[in-house]
């Protein structure tokens, strides 16, 4: 895995986090499959799916959907699930994306590597500390969510924003990517990639998105950042 420094030289990571709650209207799996269509055909690398409250059969169906637009639409997007490794799995996804309440990183990361999924999967957790971030790392996880960077009212619950020097702090000693998140957006994003962030993942920057074209270049923007 890279370092902090050799993820400036290198692409970054452009993570679209859905939140159909936001999105409203009658019918939220095809409004969020609306705008991973828009994300993916812009150009993100990643899409979490985040829609904890759907039930099971409800997130299967909408991952494999996801997984299918992806692949349809073309460019390598990959579809990570949140918390749920057995939808993630069924569906096909390239990884699972663990919080706070999920199962330890270290009892998904020995049962994965065991075996039980592909080789590739991603592991990624959600850290709100340097502590956290460093003990995901010896997990053996591949990737880290580090913030709330800036406030956002999702990230709020998490504690108070970490900002750009605690996320650089973290980037500097990290030895897997640490992707920010929390309150970014098109003009701070530059900040967290300066600061060593592997890449960065947001919410409402991509579901206020309606044209894919306006969004490519807002993404173009981001991968011309050193």
């Not at 679209?16 to 828009?38: C, F, H, P, Q, W």
């Not at 918390?83 to 993630?88: E, G, Y």
Request: aromatic fraction near 4%; include cysteine; proline fraction near 4%.
């Amino acid at each position: 895995m890279q370092n902090a420094a050799e993820n400036s030289h290198t692409k970054p990571i452009i993570c679209y986090v859905t939140d159909g709650n936001m999105l409203g209207g009658r019918d939220r799996a095809e409004s969020v499959l609306g705008k991973i269509r828009i994300a993916v055909a812009a150009g993100v690398d990643w899409v979490q799916i985040r829609e904890k409250d759907l039930n099971a059969r409800a997130l299967l169906a909408l991952v494999r959907e996801a997984v299918r637009a992806a692949a349809e639409i073309g460019g390598g997007a990959s579809v990570i699930v949140n918390d749920r490794l057995d939808v993630a799995l069924t569906a096909g996804a390239a990884g699972v994306h663990l919080g706070g309440e999920s199962i330890s990183a270290f009892d998904v990361v020995s049962w994965c590597r065991a075996g039980n999924a592909p080789v590739d999967f991603q592991i990624g957790v959600s850290c709100h500390s340097l502590e956290q971030a460093h003990d995901t790392e010896r997990a053996g996880a591949t990737y880290v969510f580090f913030g709330p960077i800036f406030d956002t009212p999702s990230k709020r619950p998490f504690g108070p924003p970490q900002g750009i020097s605690r996320l650089a702090e973290v980037c500097k000693t990290a030895k897997i990517p640490v992707i920010a998140i929390g309150g970014i957006n098109k003009d701070n994003a530059g900040d967290c990639l300066r600061a060593g962030a592997a890449g960065i993942a947001a919410i409402r920057m991509f579901q206020a998105a309606t044209e894919p074209r306006d969004l490519a270049n807002a993404i173009e923007r981001l991968r011309q950042i050193r």
